[in-house]
């Protein structure tokens, strides 16, 4: 008897349901609950995605987790940042330099780059939600002159929360992103805005017509932020946002992350907000 | 006109199970159990329920003696031919540490060939849309491709219909269509216990050729017609009629009905084991204890449990009537969407193995009624 | 005094106020500036004053015993902070204090409390430009307050 994998990829014939063996290469503490991992594949496989794409990455002997690629591309590593919020993700983040790691993906849509080339953008990132942006960031970055003005609304919990620091600095100098951060709490050090990210909001200055949002982060956040956008006069077709919900094969065959009709590892996990406003509205859908 | 149907008695049924076994194959087909028909191995037409039928309500289910010796004079238990084509439980991979290094297995892949004997036309239709679900895509369960490639699906037409059936308002039923093989009509046995068998595949007309088998007659093309329309009359439930069922619960997501319920549903799951296209599954890794070897296992789940929906720090669906709402709308509504066809194929195992007794047909009722009223 | 009314219509909380209600308004105003670190006010003082803020960042806090000074808000250019001088007792229930050196348009809360209690309509006008900031401020305290960012326990 042949051993096969269980699932594959019809277009590539890829298996789809065996992690492939990484191995962490770096890891960096980013806040006080998230850690950033640099993973290399074993064996050199061409491996190429888009930005808001995710991989399911294996702890052996524990589990797996869906995690968002947070870039930047192209650099032969994959870059993942992980908060610790549960037993397969503790694992993960406690994975120290040349320990295993499994990998599948990269899985799902990720962020309309090519509808945003020549339109002003507005990334609007809540907590851990910057993760998944920052490959669309970097993106941007390097095309920087095919896109108009954008803008950062960062919020996090507290100022040590704030991940990417340094980065964020060099994005909004060299890469003339006008950058607006938030925190919820803050201490006398802090010198920046305290309050919610839709407060932020006033700071960008959108042309509605010529406006693409990029949201990420929690349920609640990107609601009311798609809220203020539409209210602002941004089309809901011009709101993206990125779907969170319980992923178990990322192929859209073990039924778990199902919202209303979409199922979120494969349709998304990007969408539109014309799309996902109606099903976000109804409670425990 | 029906030159293609053909009449083979018990002893060519007989045959034909001795020729797939000869073959290799796994026979399956209906068998008693405890107190209910289930799928297991035959190798005898006297292996299944002769001279049995089953009485079906709400939350009910009893095997009663019937009237005659038929083989197939009962309607659809407990089990589902998901269990041999989608099984609860399997292992993807495994992984073991040596040395240094670690090294990851497939562990799908199965050589194994069979043949349902006794499919209904729900069944087929449901074998179809888990078709549709795991091959259909841009991803294919490559085990259950496999499976469904070395399985011959030999249907018989229902001679009764269940009291919770209501497959003649789903569209699916109760005359066989779809992927089968063969497809028999078990006439009412007397001194000759003869079945009308059409060939849906070459493989199908190679078993014909195999086991012999003699023209229909007109009488008995008839008979046999007029088996499956009186089974369609007789069909103890129906979907309401004139109802836009996936538009109305996509209109209804609020609605009252389903706390009301969400009162009486245990959120036993049992629905959903018993359901021939539920395909919902989850992973779970293990380990030996010195943590040298892994393996992943994949196995049934269902919407019904509070895991389901889990969402670090808690499910997303935390009510019985959300899950419920998930349940009965992914079936009837949202699958449409997903894969162009209703989840249900109206076999109404979700209604007799319910324990108590909640009855899919009379939800949809429920809501469509309060919404005209 | 030109430049005065000029900084307060200008305000984007004084946007399409009625003419004769600015200068109503104005006559109430000075101009107010606040070095970094500077203190506003203070937490049970008068609230004699309602600030719209022109230039720089002002935090609003509220001091723990052994926490410190939380901040739970800062306001910024074209927004506005002091709403207590609207309803009594008229006291702050935070500290105010510039974060960068910060311009602002002090309305004075006594004066501006008379000329709405003589004109009802310049107090109504008032009290509508005053709701919206105090009803998004509160839904914002409410999102605050689900520490949406924080871990699920």
Same mark, same amino acid.
């Given at each position: 008897?042949?051993?096969?994998?269980?699932?594959?990829?019809?277009?590539?014939?890829?298996?789809?349901?065996?992690p492939?063996?990484?191995?962490?290469?770096?890891?960096?503490?980013?806040?006080?609950?998230a850690?950033?991992?640099?993973?290399?594949?074993?064996?050199?496989?061409?491996?190429?995605?888009?930005?808001?794409?995710?991989?399911?990455?294996?702890?052996?002997?524990?589990?797996?987790?869906?995690?968002?690629?947070?870039?930047?591309?192209?650099?032969?590593?994959?870059?993942?940042?992980?908060?610790?919020?549960?037993?397969?993700?503790?694992?993960?983040?406690?994975?120290?330099?040349?320990?295993?790691?499994?990998?599948?993906?990269p899985?799902?849509?990720?962020?309309?780059?090519?509808t945003?080339?020549?339109?002003?953008?507005?990334?609007?990132?809540?907590?851990?939600?910057?993760?998944?942006?920052?490959?669309?960031?970097?993106?941007?970055?390097?095309?920087?002159?095919?896109?108009?003005?954008?803008?950062?609304?960062?919020?996090?919990?507290?100022?040590?929360?704030?991940?990417?620091?340094?980065e964020?600095?060099?994005?909004?100098?060299?890469?003339?992103?006008?950058?607006?951060?938030?925190?919820?709490?803050?201490?006398?050090?802090?010198?920046?805005?305290?309050?919610?990210?839709?407060?932020?909001l006033?700071?960008?200055?959108?042309?509605?017509?010529?406006?693409?949002?990029?949201?990420?982060?929690?349920?609640?956040?990107?609601?009311?932020?798609a809220?203020?956008?539409?209210?602002?006069?941004?089309?809901?077709?011009?709101?993206?946002?990125?779907?969170?919900?319980?992923?178990?094969?990322?192929?859209?065959?073990?039924?778990?992350?199902?919202?209303?009709?979409?199922?979120?590892c494969?349709?998304?996990?990007?969408?539109?907000?014309?799309?996902?406003?109606?099903?976000?509205?109804?409670?425990?859908? | 006109?029906?030159?293609?149907?053909?009449?083979?008695?018990?002893?060519?049924?007989?045959?034909?199970?001795?020729?797939?076994?000869?073959?290799?194959?796994?026979?399956?087909?209906?068998?008693?159990?405890?107190?209910?028909?289930?799928?297991?191995?035959?190798?005898?037409?006297?292996?299944?329920?002769?001279?049995?039928?089953?009485?079906?309500?709400?939350?009910?289910?009893?095997?009663?003696?019937?009237?005659?010796?038929?083989?197939?004079?009962?309607?659809?238990?407990?089990?589902?031919?998901?269990?041999?084509?989608?099984?609860?439980?399997?292992?993807?991979?495994?992984?073991?540490?040596?040395?240094?290094?670690?090294?990851?297995?497939?562990?799908?892949?199965?050589n194994?060939?069979?043949?349902?004997?006794?499919?209904?036309?729900?069944?087929?239709?449901?074998?179809?849309?888990?078709?549709?679900?795991?091959?259909?895509?841009?991803?294919?369960?490559?085990?259950?491709?496999?499976?469904?490639?070395?399985?011959?699906?030999?249907?018989?037409?229902?001679?009764?219909?269940g009291?919770?059936?209501?497959?003649?308002?789903?569209?699916?039923? /109760?005359? &066989?269509?779809? $992927?089968?093989? %063969? !497809?028999?009509?078990? @006439?009412? #046995?007397?001194?000759?216990?003869?079945?009308?068998?059409?060939?849906?595949?070459?493989?199908?007309?190679?078993?014909?050729?195999?086991?012999?088998?003699?023209?229909?007659?007109?009488?008995?093309?008839?008979?046999?017609?007029?088996?499956?329309?009186?089974?369609?009359?007789?069909?103890?439930?129906?979907?309401? /009629?004139? &109802?836009?069922? $996936?538009?109305? %619960? !996509?209109?209804?997501? @609020?609605? #009252?009905?389903?706390?009301?319920?969400?009162?009486?549903?245990?959120?036993?799951?049992n629905?959903?084991?018993?359901?021939?296209?539920?395909?919902?599954?989850t992973?779970?890794?293990?380990?030996?204890l010195?943590?040298?070897?892994?393996?992943?296992?994949?196995?049934?789940?269902?919407?019904?449990?509070?895991?389901?929906?889990?969402?670090?720090?808690?499910g997303?669906?935390?009510?019985?009537?959300?899950?419920?709402?998930?349940?009965?709308?992914?079936?009837?509504?949202?699958?449409?969407?997903q894969?162009?066809?209703?989840?249900?194929?109206?076999?109404?195992?979700?209604?007799?193995?319910?324990?108590?007794g909640?009855?899919?047909?009379?939800?949809?009722?429920?809501?469509?009624?309060?919404?005209?009223? | 005094?030109?430049?005065?009314?000029?900084?307060?219509?200008?305000?984007?909380?004084?946007?399409?106020?009625?003419?004769?209600?600015?200068?109503?308004?104005?006559?109430?105003?000075?101009?107010?500036?606040?070095?970094?670190?500077?203190?506003?006010?203070?937490e049970?003082?008068?609230?004699?004053?309602?600030?719209?803020?022109?230039?720089?960042?002002?935090?609003?806090?509220?001091?723990?015993?052994?926490r410190?000074?939380?901040?739970?808000?800062?306001?910024?250019p074209?927004?506005?902070?002091?709403?207590?001088?609207?309803?009594s007792?008229?006291?702050?229930?935070?500290?105010?204090?510039?974060?960068?050196?910060?311009?602002?348009?002090?309305?004075?809360?006594?004066?501006?409390?008379?000329?709405?209690?003589?004109?009802?309509?310049?107090?109504?006008?008032?009290?509508?430009?005053?709701?919206?900031?105090?009803?998004?401020?509160?839904?914002?305290?409410?999102?605050?307050?689900?520490?949406?960012?924080?871990?699920?326990?």
């Amino acid at each position: 008897m042949s051993l096969k994998p269980t699932a594959i990829d019809a277009r590539s014939g890829a298996p789809a349901d065996v992690p492939k063996l990484c191995y962490v290469r770096k890891r960096r503490h980013d806040a006080p609950d998230a850690w950033t991992l640099e993973i290399e594949f074993a064996e050199s496989v061409p491996f190429s995605y888009t930005p808001g794409q995710f991989n399911m990455l294996t702890a052996f002997g524990v589990g797996e987790s869906a995690i968002s690629i947070s870039g930047p591309p192209g650099q032969g590593r994959l870059i993942h940042t992980i908060r610790d919020v549960g037993p397969v993700s503790h694992a993960l983040t406690r994975l120290a330099p040349n320990d295993p790691v499994g990998v599948r993906g990269p899985f799902g849509v990720g962020w309309p780059m090519a509808t945003a080339e020549g339109q002003d953008v507005v990334i609007v990132a809540g907590g851990l939600g910057l993760a998944p942006l920052r490959p669309a960031i970097y993106h941007i970055l390097s095309r920087r002159e095919h896109f108009g003005d954008v803008w950062l609304l960062y919020g996090a919990r507290r100022p040590e929360d704030i991940l990417y620091r340094s980065e964020i600095e060099e994005w909004r100098k060299k890469g003339h992103i006008d950058v607006n951060i938030t925190v919820d709490h803050a201490g006398m050090d802090w010198p920046g805005h305290v309050g919610v990210v839709t407060g932020l909001l006033s700071h960008v200055n959108m042309d509605v017509s010529r406006t693409i949002a990029m949201l990420c982060g929690p349920e609640v956040m990107m609601r009311f932020v798609a809220a203020s956008l539409t209210e602002k006069g941004l089309g809901v077709g011009r709101i993206f946002l990125s779907m969170e919900r319980n992923m178990k094969c990322a192929i859209g065959h073990c039924g778990h992350c199902q919202l209303g009709p979409a199922f979120i590892c494969r349709d998304g996990p990007v969408f539109t907000f014309e799309r996902m406003g109606p099903l976000m509205s109804v409670k425990e859908l | 006109m029906n030159a293609d149907k053909r009449v083979i008695t018990d002893e060519q049924l007989q045959k034909l199970i001795d020729v797939l076994i000869g073959a290799g194959r796994r026979v399956l087909g209906p068998v008693r159990g405890d107190g209910v028909v289930v799928y297991e191995d035959i190798q005898s037409v006297n292996d299944f329920p002769v001279g049995l039928t089953d009485e079906q309500t709400p939350g009910g289910y009893r095997l009663v003696e019937a009237a005659d010796q038929s083989y197939f004079g009962f309607s659809v238990g407990p089990h589902v031919w998901k269990k041999f084509l989608h099984p609860s439980q399997i292992e993807l991979w495994r992984a073991r540490r040596e040395g240094e290094n670690l090294i990851i297995e497939a562990s799908g892949g199965n050589n194994e060939t069979y043949a349902f004997i006794g499919v209904r036309a729900c069944e087929l239709a449901a074998i179809s849309k888990q078709d549709r679900v795991l091959t259909g895509g841009d991803y294919v369960d490559t085990h259950y491709q496999t499976r469904r490639e070395n399985t011959l699906l030999i249907a018989v037409n229902c001679g009764k219909a269940g009291g919770c059936c209501f497959c003649a308002s789903m569209g699916t039923g /109760p005359e &066989v269509r779809g $992927p089968f093989d %063969l !497809a028999l009509t078990e @006439l009412s #046995p007397a001194d000759e216990h003869l079945f009308v068998v059409e060939a849906g595949s070459p493989a199908g007309q190679e078993l014909l050729l195999e086991i012999g088998s003699r023209p229909a007659t007109e009488h008995e093309i008839e008979t046999a017609k007029s088996i499956v329309e009186r089974t369609a009359l007789t069909m103890g439930r129906s979907m309401p /009629p004139d &109802v836009d069922v $996936p538009r109305l %619960l !996509a209109d209804n997501l @609020l609605h #009252p009905r389903w706390q009301e319920v969400a009162e009486r549903c245990l959120s036993c799951a049992n629905c959903t084991l018993v359901c021939p296209t539920c395909f919902c599954t989850t992973v779970e890794d293990i380990s030996d204890l010195a943590g040298e070897s892994f393996a992943r296992e994949r196995r049934w789940d269902s919407c019904f449990t509070m895991d389901f929906s889990y969402l670090h720090g808690g499910g997303v669906r935390n009510t019985v009537a959300s899950r419920y709402r998930q349940w009965m709308t992914h079936k009837l509504s949202t699958w449409i969407e997903q894969f162009g066809s209703s989840g249900c194929v109206g076999c109404g195992r979700c209604i007799t193995w319910c324990p108590v007794g909640i009855d899919i047909t009379q939800e949809v009722q429920a809501i469509a009624g309060a919404q005209t009223g | 005094m030109e430049k005065l009314e000029y900084n307060l219509c200008a305000h984007p909380f004084f946007a399409g106020l009625d003419n004769s209600f600015a200068t109503l308004a104005v006559s109430c105003a000075q101009d107010a500036h606040f070095g970094a670190g500077e203190f506003i006010f203070h937490e049970g003082e008068a609230a004699d004053h309602f600030y719209l803020v022109r230039e720089g960042r002002v935090a609003l806090q509220i001091a723990a015993p052994g926490r410190g000074p939380a901040t739970f808000l800062t306001v910024g250019p074209g927004e506005v902070f002091g709403v207590n001088w609207l309803a009594s007792p008229y006291r702050w229930s935070y500290d105010a204090r510039a974060i960068a050196p910060t311009l602002a348009v002090a309305l004075n809360a006594a004066c501006l409390r008379q000329k709405c209690e003589s004109d009802p309509a310049l107090g109504y006008a008032l009290t509508k430009r005053v709701l919206p900031v105090l009803i998004e401020r509160l839904h914002a305290c409410r999102v605050q307050l689900l520490d949406l960012y924080g871990a699920r326990s």
